[in-house]
Structure formats: structure tokens, C-alpha cells
């Protein structure tokens, strides 16, 4: 190896560098080295107006899905409007030099934006222009899109979509990555798809789907030069894009059918919507102790309903599935119910209740209000605002039928309507209670006789004991309950009694809310330690009769003597319990917010694992291309081998930031202090490829150009530490800047463009 170090003795240093120049003259595989650096290609001037037309389409996309979650098509109109002001504000500051002018003219258009689409809602919006987007962004917490589009929404898409708009125009304009520019929309589009009403749905996504085909158009014509860096004239693009109408119509048509066909989208084994919920509670010592309504004006001290637990699934008590609810607006004449007479009422007023349910009374007639639109759900009886959440200082008067007497209730005989029998769904009963429900038929012969006996035997044989948190309660609990432990929850009890009730043919459910409450100035104070479960049971012509009772005994409790329910008509027994807990209402969490958490929980690993693949590509895309060069090096000669060695060996340098192209071997060996090793190398290089060696090569000088290539390599790794050795590695210069482009082994594709693009022999 030492022989091919320095040139020997008797040939001219003049003739090898003669011969060099010879061979370069003449390229080709055995001239793979540059003589110089190529000429830097001069970037032609940038489209600003078709990168704007190309970022614009996916722009009015997401657009179009935002406005989508509210009503009326006004809201789409506002948010593209933004969206291309966004755009052109891209644009105009990509203009700008200096850059504290730039980061002030983007700061205060992006804000200009918003107060701009405020004003085309009515221009004397702008001077209230916080208090309506706090209160927009309060209303945000809602059940269901679509939302009601209030002024201080228009601020808010109009910041949104601006941001979007410049951020697309400025990726594709500034930063020069234009195809990622189509892609900031589309998180947008992603994330408002989720929440658009199901009717709009399929049509939105096929509108942006178009759209977002034609912003690649665009942005392929903006990319797309010709001869002399002249793009094609207007009329080919024309051309072109009135040829691609009828294909983007056609898929458009085949995602159209596949979605009817439930191809795309197949309906889900479960739908969330469809399926009853288990309530949210936490224990009562945990809630901060403050008036929640105030109650005035009233014919009864109680209960004050906010909802129910009506489907037993045979173990739990759960909520009504959100599809079965039957939501109404309320009419302008407030009455709800035309069925039942009035008989009771009871003014409420708004404290420090949270949520979108109102409190109200049993079997509720009408409701008289001023303020937001509320709505009736005729299934479980619950007032709620239409849309946002309860503000305080609400006002409304309830009117609701009379509690009828136990003699008319004893009279009824009717038997219940068929929409109310699905409250009489349970398992067959325990023996116990087969053994209770023949003594109910024996001391009573009408159905509220029997719901009376069985109720009042539950309270009378089982001690309240434990948590009054819903829990499960299968059958064979309440068997222990009324022959066994003799102990129950209060909720439990509850459900017992609903249970019972269900056995003997009445329909029952568990309602939920606020029982009395504490005088204050005339008018009724209702904290949550007054929060209370309920039995409630249904008699044809008197509706849903809520029956209150409580246990004779019950453990006593201790702990915070503050947070409970106490009352003088139940005795305690001799045991001690734990600390006494009851169910409250909890604000019910928006659909949206929850929508985002999961699409963020699902895409950010997803992210994530994108950007790590894109990082860790380079190494493994050099890998590819070294295996690749080195086989064919193999195939083609001892001269490919040593001027494959070191290619490899002043790629491996570029990474490390030696770049330097347009020096030869000999030259850049002056880059670096003397080494032995690499003057071997660049020697064995210069004259097996240009000089004096051409002819005598063997295979010792191929495997020494090898070697060295590779001690090389590892002497400069090792002389960096490790973070700059991983950067290296995962650097993309040698794939953007080799050092001998002429090695690299064309792809399929390159190969088929290449064939293509060949002449045809004569």
C-alpha cells in the first residue's frame, strides 16, 4: 500500500497532471471527480399570485368546515373571507426587509382581520368587541353543533381563518415549501369535519376534497417551468384544467356513492350517541358550598327537578341515551304540555348553577321567560337553554300540574301509554322480592297500594349507610338489602324502590336534583348540600308523581358535619358509617372540546411518528444509495471501486460541513493538517483514475482505496463528539450537494423517465 502513497520517482509530475486533464476532458465513469463547483442555479421569481390561488383553494376549504359548525351559511362567507385576507397579508409582508416592520404589519393584520369580520356583522360591534367574544367563547361549551352564530364568533373565525391564510402563504412565499404550504389548512378541515352537523357532512368533505385538488393543480402549475425558465402561457394551464373537470367530477361522484353505501364510513358497531351513560358525580365535601338558585314565588317547597335515570341496563342506572332525548323549542305561548292542568309554580332565579339544564317542577305545563331560547325535552322533562349555558341572573316561572292525592291515584286502573312501557324493562325478581311483591298484592289491591307497601317496607327495613353516589344495584342487591345486610346507599334505596316499582307493573325511574332548600328574605335558597334522588312513578292522567320518603335509621356520619343532609325524622342507628356523600349537578363538558382532545390524543402520535420518520429518512435513505453504488461499483471494475471509495468518503465529509465540491482530491488535502492516511488516499485516487495507474490497476489497489475510505471515516466520526456525529448522520447535504453525482444508481422511475424522455433511434 505504502507504493501508491507518493507518485514514484520517475514519472513527471507535469505529464500525470496532463493526463488528468485529459480525462476529465473526457467524463464518464472514469472521471467522476468535478473540476470545479458547478454554477448555482438562479431561483426564478416567485408566483405570489399562483402560490396564492394554490393555498387560497385549501384555505376556502377549511373555511367552508369551520363555518360549517354553525347555522346558516353566513358563517362560511366570514371565515373565507378572513382566510383570504390572511392570504393576501402573507403575501404583502413576504414583501417586506426589515424585520421589526414585518412582525408588526403581520401582528396587526392578523388582529385587523378579526375586528373586520366583527364589523360586517354591524360595524357598531367593533366597540364592544371583548365583551361579545368572551361571551362567543362561553356559548363555545355546547351539547351539539351547529351553534348559533353570535357577532363575537365572526372575530373569532375571522382570527382563526386569518392565521391559517398567512401561515399557508407565508410557508409557501417565505419558507419556499410549498407543498407543505397546501397542508396547514388541513387540521382545520380535520378537526371542524368532527363537529359539522351529520346532514352537511358528506357534502362539506366532498367540497373540500375539490378544493384541495384544485389548490395541487395550481401549485403543480406554479412549480412547472419550461424552456428558458418561461412558464407555460395562461391558455395551456386553461387548457389543462378544463381537462381535469371531468376526473376530479368522476371521483368526486365514486366517494359520493361509496359514502352512501357506508363503504368510507361504516356505521360503528357502537354509536356513543345511542347508548345510556353513567352519571358523573363527586362526593359533596369536595364542592364548594354556594346558593346555585333561589327560588321564589311557589306552591311547594319541592323537589326541584333537573333530570332522571330511566334505563337500567340489568346492573347500573343510567342516563338516556343523548339520540333518545326529544328536545323542543319552547313556544312563544311557554306552554309545553297541553295534557296536564296547572296546578303549581315556582319562580326561579339563577345564582351559581353551571350547566345548560334549568332547574324546574315535576310534570312542567309552561314556562315564561325572558333571555335565551330554551327548549323542552318531552321525554324526561328537563328545561335547557337551546344553546351555551345557563348565565346568572337567569328568571323564569314554571307552571306544572298539581301532585295528585292518594285517593285519586288509588282510582287509577288505566293501563300506561305504549311509549312509557319501556319503563317497565327489568330482569325477573330474586325470590325475596317474588316473596314481597304477593304480600303487596294482598294488602293492596291498586297499583299505587302496592307501590306505597313496597316502598314503605324498603324504608322501613334497610338503615341508610354509605356514599349516596350512583353505583350498580343488581337484582340480588336487593335481595340483601331487604333480607341480608339490611344496609343500602341512599341511591340505593332509591333504586330499590324504582326497581320494586317496576316489578309490580308500574313505571319508575330515578329522578334527580334539589329538594327544599333554606329561607332566606322571603325566597327559597338552594345549595348543593340540598341535592337529592327521588322515586318517581307514572299514573296515567297525572303523569310523572315524584314520591319522597326517607329510611327510619341510618348510620351516623362523621366528618364535615357541613356538607350533609340531615334530618330530625331519621333516627341513627348504633354502628358507625363513613362520611355521608350525595349526588349534584355537574356542568356537562362540551362535545367540541372532547372532539378535539381525541383527534389531538389520535394525530399527535401520529405527528410525532412522522416527524421522527422524517428525521431518521436521511440516514436511511444514505444507507440505500451507499449499498446501491457499492454493488454496482463492484459490477463495473476496479475503477468504479476506488472512485466509489471516495465518493463515500467526501460524502461522509460534507455532512460534517466539508463540503467543498470543486476541490480535487490533491486540493483537499490542503483543508486538513498532514496525514498520512489521507494523502495515501487522494495519491491513490489521482493516479488510478487519471494518472500513471490506469492501465496497471489491480485489486490490492481497490481494496486499499476501500480500507483507507473507511479508516478515514471513522478518524473524522471519531474526532467530533456524539451529537454532532448523530446530526451528521441524519444531515441531508450529501444527498442534496453530492460529491460525484455521476456514481449515483438512477431509480425505476428515473430510469422509465429517462427512456421516455430518450430519443428514438433513427
Known sequence: MSTTTTPPGDVDLATIEERADERLAEGGLDAPIPDGAAEEPIEPDTPVLRLGLAVGATTIAAAIMAGGIFTGFSPRIYAAVAGILGIALGGFASRLRRAIVTNLAIAVGLFAIGLFTLALTGPGNIANASRLVSEAAKAGDVLRPPVKFEPGWAAILGWLLGAVGFGAMWTAVTLQRRSLALL?????????????PKDQQLASGLVALVLFAIGLGLLSAAQTLGEDDQRPPLSYELRRAVRAIPLIAAVTFALYLAAQSNFLFPKPLIDPTQQPQKPRTVPLSEVKDRPLFEVSDTTVNGPWRIGSLDVYDGKDWRLPPFSDNRLNAVPRSGVVDEQLPPGNKATFTIKQLSGAVLPSLPNTVGIVAKGPRLAFDTRNGNIRVDQGQIEPGLS????????????????????????????????????????????????????????????????????????????????????????????????????????????????????????????VDGHVEVRPRNGATFLEVYFSGYGWVPVSGEPLRAKPTVGNSGQRQTSTNVQPSEDIAVQLYLPIVLPLRGVLAEQVRRVIAIVLPILLALALLYLVWPAVKKAIARSRRRTRAQERGLAARI????????????????????????????????DDEHAELAWLVTRALFGDLQEELTIDHAVAAEELSRAMRRRLGQAHPATVRMIAALSRLSLRHPYAPGLAVPTRRERRRHAVAAPAPA
Open 184 to 196: 396547514v389548512p388541513v387540521p382545520i378541515i380535520g378537526i371542524a369535519a368532527i363537529s359539522v
Open 643 to 674: 472512485a466509489n471509495s471516495y465518493a463515500e468518503w467526501r460524502d461522509f465529509a460534507t455532512d460534517f460541513g466539508y463540503r467543498h465540491g470543486s476541490d480535487t482530491p490533491l486540493m483537499f488535502l490542503s483543508r486538513f493538517p498532514d
Open 396 to 519: 323564569y316561572t314554571v307552571t306544572a300540574a298539581a301532585f295528585p292525592s292518594t285517593d285519586a291515584l288509588e282510582s287509577v286502573s288505566a293501563e300506561p301509554p305504549k311509549a312509557i312501557r319501556a319503563f317497565l324493562q327489568m330482569p325477573a325478581p330474586p325470590p325475596a322480592v317474588q316473596d314481597l311483591l304477593g304480600q303487596a298484592k294482598s294488602q293492596a289491591p291498586s297499583k299505587w297500594g302496592q307501590v306505597d307497601f313496597l316502598r314503605r317496607h324498603v324504608l322501613e327495613t334497610v338503615t341508610a349507610a354509605g356514599a349516596g353516589s350512583p353505583v350498580s344495584v343488581p337484582p340480588l342487591r336487593v335481595q340483601d338489602m331487604l333480607t341480608g345486610s339490611k344496609e343500602g346507599s341512599p341511591f340505593e334505596i332509591v333504586a330499590a324502590q324504582a326497581m320494586l316499582a317496576r316489578w309490580a307493573g308500574v313505571p319508575a325511574r330515578i329522578g334527580y336534583g334539589f329538594d327544599k332548600g333554606k329561607e
